[in-house]
């Protein structure tokens, strides 16, 4: 019997909801291989505990003993750097031999007030601009640029079987890739207005790869979840007093809808609150016109 062992890498894996997304692996039964990507200084003590935590659930009623039981990884890796994650995910490859899912998860905020406007700037005041602080754009943007384009790399790859675990020799290519974005991606947010740029660039990634890598066998879809309570807004506890909050378990049933669903689902856009998880369409072509010239880039092969 073939075994649902996956190699998976997870950035931002540590902590907040690419922690849940661990977790959620981790608890499953099936023998998985998680790696996650990660700078926090206990991310090694994070991994370990989640693999102890997990170690006795079996993998399969048809392998008693768990010889497939979750392995749990912690790489240290700045998503913000291309050389960072290119040399990690060639080192999961180099391990396991295959790369199945990868969580493009890991993100930072803009920590309080916005870079873009100073509304303390005095008109008279014809001082220097300062230069925004792009650090959100790096890892939210760029971070998940690296990762998708790492994970089809190795993705595309024909992949053997894992090591210590009972998989068919050979599974064929393809994998699944799901980014972190947010609902703040979908609607204006005034306050933080890079990290709504970066959050609605990696929702157009997601909207313009599907139809690419579908070739090669890799779905891509995005969570755009609504505000739910982790430390990526800093120590201020207070933050999230006034607001509904998303639970995680909504997010992580938008995991297992996207993973779950046919493989026809790609470059969809799952937007999870409170405890819905809705599936957005892309914007309507505002005319015929508008549709047909991006078709014709499409056709054409470049722009």
Not at 112 to 128: H, K
Request: charged share 25%; hydrophobic share 35%.
């Amino acid at each position: 019997m073939k075994s649902e062992s996956k190699s998976i890498i997870i950035t931002g894996g540590a902590s907040g909801i690419g922690l849940a997304m661990a977790r959620y692996f981790a608890s499953q039964g099936k023998g998985h291989r998680i790696c996650i990507l990660d700078i926090d200084p206990l991310g090694e003590k994070i991994a370990a505990e989640i693999e102890a935590e997990f170690s006795n659930v079996s993998p399969s009623s048809s392998h008693p003993g768990g010889s497939d039981r979750v392995h749990v990884t912690l790489k240290k890796c700045d998503v913000s750097s291309w050389e960072d994650q290119a040399r990690v995910f060639k080192e999961v490859f180099g391990e396991q031999g295959r790369v199945d899912i990868v969580m493009a998860n890991a993100g930072v905020s803009e920590q309080g007030m916005s870079t873009m406007v100073d509304l303390n700037d005095d008109d008279d005041d014809y001082g220097e601009p300062s230069k925004p602080k792009l650090k959100v754009l790096e890892v939210n943007l760029l971070g998940v640029v690296y990762s998708v384009k790492l994970a089809t790399h190795y993705m595309k790859k024909k992949k053997p079987r894992l090591p210590g675990t009972q998989d068919d020799e050979s599974l064929g290519r393809g994998g699944s890739i799901i980014c972190t974005a947010s609902n703040a991606g979908l609607y204006p947010f005034p306050i933080a207005p890079l990290y709504a740029a970066s959050k609605a660039g990696v929702i157009n990634l997601v909207r313009s790869l599907a139809k690419p890598l579908a070739g090669l066998d890799i779905r891509i879809n995005a969570l755009a979840p609504a505000t739910v309570e982790t430390n990526i807004a800093g120590p201020d506890k207070t933050l999230f007093q006034h607001m509904v909050i998303t639970p995680m378990t909504t997010l992580i049933r938008g995991v297992e809808e996207i993973l779950s669903s046919d493989e026809t689902i790609t470059g969809q856009v799952a937007e999870i609150h409170g405890d819905k998880v809705t599936f957005r369409p892309h914007h309507e072509y505002v005319d015929e016109d508008s549709k047909e010239n991006l078709l014709v880039f499409e056709r054409l092969g470049y722009a």
